[in-house]
Nanobody
Framework: QVQLVESGGGFVQAGGSQRLSCAAS????????MGWFRQAPGKEREFVAT????????FYADSVKGRFTISGDSAKNAVSLQMNSLKSEDTANYYC???????????????????WGQGIQVTVSS
């Protein structure tokens, strides 16, 4: 079993920046990718970004491309999400997740992830 601990989050004004961090512990041997998802009230959980340990390739949702940057350390099984130019529509609970499903292609669907953090709130005020 993998345990995930997230940090960061909180309140920020529109146009500002925030950084989320996540560290995995436990059975981390078979983590192939780490990703971030978010869920706003009344909405489905949606993919934000992921980083593959294979080649450290990164992938983003169109809604955050150019504003968010995911980075990670495969040796530590840690990942960060730098969020810039935040908008009110970025307000959500953000979840860190890990998957051991795909080594060769990015995992962008929630069902592909098998371990999840508790979630951390990001509120962007306009």
């Amino acid at each position: 079993q993998v345990q995930l601990v997230e940090s960061g989050g909180g309140f920020v004004q529109a146009g500002g920046s925030q950084r989320l961090s996540c560290a995995a512990s436990g059975r981390t041997l078979r983590i192939y990718s780490m990703g971030w998802f978010r869920q706003a009230p009344g909405k489905e959980r949606e993919f934000v970004a992921t980083i593959m340990w294979s080649g450290e390739k990164t992938f983003y949702a169109d809604s955050v491309k150019g504003r968010f940057t995911i980075s990670g350390d495969s040796a530590k099984n840690a990942v960060s999400l730098q969020m810039n130019s935040l908008k009110s529509e970025d307000t959500a609970n953000y979840y860190c997740a890990t998957t051991g499903s795909n080594w060769y292609r990015p995992s962008v669907s929630a069902w592909e992830y098998d371990s999840w953090g508790q979630g951390i709130q990001v509120t962007v005020s306009s």
